[in-house]
T-cell receptor, first 112, second 118 residues
Framework: DSGVTQTPKHLITATGQRVTLRCSPR?????VYWYQQSLDQGLQFLIQ???????AKGNILERFSAQQFPDLHSELNLSSLELGDSALYFC???????????FGSGTQLSVL | AQTVTQSQPEMSVQEAETVTLSCTYD???????LFWYKQPPSRQMILVIR??????QNATENRFSVNFQKAAKSFSLKISDSQLGDAAMYFC???????????????FGKGTKLSVKP
């Protein structure tokens, strides 16, 4: 168990809908990262938050947004969903100075 | 921008034998981390081993060891005494090391699918 909790584990929805993925980092970790894993794109970095502030953006679509709350949990919001958004979405957290990222078990999103 | 390349889409090894997975990367930075992550069929991302670029000594974790060649920008993973449970996708990853507070994200290679034959 990595200590990073993601909910839900599976999500099935329709095109055009909006969903929210939730992540609780390991206790004490200030950084949260979101990744998307798909067969054609591999593992793609979406966005990073550090202690409530956005720190880095990767290949995140404008239809996607995220935030990190004062209790350090994070949410990834995906809107106007398309078939191509179907993927496994990972959250990871890290403690400053140690380099390692610990991953949650992911949310499998299926857009039908 | 940094890139990570894994040139072996698939590899196979006999149980109890040794296998080496290759990874090369490109960066202009001098300080960074390199990682190998394992993703079994459960799809959980599991950290296998970590290497700090400033350390000349190769990292070792039980049956897993790396061959880190900084000048050649090469970072291979050797799995000794392979076990059936080692069957998984293996991802090589790069991470910048900055001192400005938060640290950078991981940049992943495309992965190598390892099969272990009984």
């Amino acid at each position: 168990d990595s200590g990073v909790t993601q909910t839900p584990k599976h999500l099935i929805t329709a095109t055009g809908q909006r969903v929210t993925l939730r992540c609780s980092p390991r206790s004490g970790d200030l950084s949260v990262y979101w990744y998307q894993q798909s067969l054609d794109q591999g593992l793609q970095f979406l966005i990073q938050y550090y202690n409530g502030e956005e720190r880095a953006k990767g290949n995140i679509l404008e239809r996607f947004s995220a935030q990190q709350f004062p209790d350090l949990h994070s949410e990834l919001n995906l809107s106007s969903l398309e078939l191509g958004d179907s993927a496994l979405y990972f959250c990871a957290s890290s403690a400053q100075g140690f380099g390692k990222l610990f991953f949650g078990s992911g949310t499998q999103l299926s857009v039908l | 921008a940094q890139t990570v390349t894994q040139s072996q889409p698939e590899m196979s090894v006999q149980e109890a034998e040794t296998v080496t997975l290759s990874c090369t990367y490109d960066t202009s930075e001098s300080d960074y981390y390199l990682f190998w992550y394992k993703q079994p069929p459960s799809r959980q991302m599991i950290l296998v081993i970590r290497q700090e670029a400033y350390k000349q000594q190769n990292a070792t974790e039980n049956r897993f060891s790396v061959n880190f060649q900084k000048a050649a920008k090469s970072f291979s993973l050797k799995i000794s005494d392979s076990q059936l449970g080692d069957a998984a996708m293996y991802f090589c990853a790069y991470r910048s090391q900055n001192y400005g507070g938060s640290q950078g994200n991981l940049i992943f290679g495309k992965g190598t699918k390892l099969s272990v034959k009984p």
